[in-house]
């Protein structure tokens, strides 16, 4: 059975720092690549980063630069750091595992002063 728990999220201010992190069981994140996804109330759910099975990774064009998707295979971990936060990254963010559909159940980041 496969689990993808997310956690980290919280409120902070604009111009602040969050790292999330997403534990995954029954299935290995250094096989299979791993993506953050978020949605922000009455939006899509949007694809934000993206890391490969090689370690390649991808940003959405409005966080480059700003956040940074990595892995630790030994725990099996999924991170993303997220600096120079803004409000309009408020949204519920998603672990997903794009091979098998896998979803965690999402955790709430929420940018405001």
């Known amino acids: 059975q496969v689990q993808l728990v997310e956690s980290g999220g919280g409120l902070v201010q604009p111009g602040g720092s969050l790292r999330l992190s997403c534990a995954a069981s029954?299935?290995?994140?250094?096989?299979?690549?791993m993506d953050w996804y978020r949605q922000a109330p009455g939006k899509q759910r949007e694809l934000v980063a993206r890391?490969?099975?090689?370690?390649?990774?991808t940003y959405a064009d409005s966080v480059k630069g700003r956040f940074t998707i990595s892995r630790d295979n030994a725990k099996n971990a999924v991170y993303l750091q997220m600096n120079s936060l803004k409000p309009e990254d408020t949204a519920v963010y998603y672990c997903h595992n794009p091979w098998g559909g896998y979803w965690g159940q999402g955790t709430q980041v929420t940018v405001s002063s």
């Open positions: 890391i490969t099975s090689g370690g390649s990774t």
């Open positions: 029954g299935i290995r994140v250094s096989i299979y690549g």
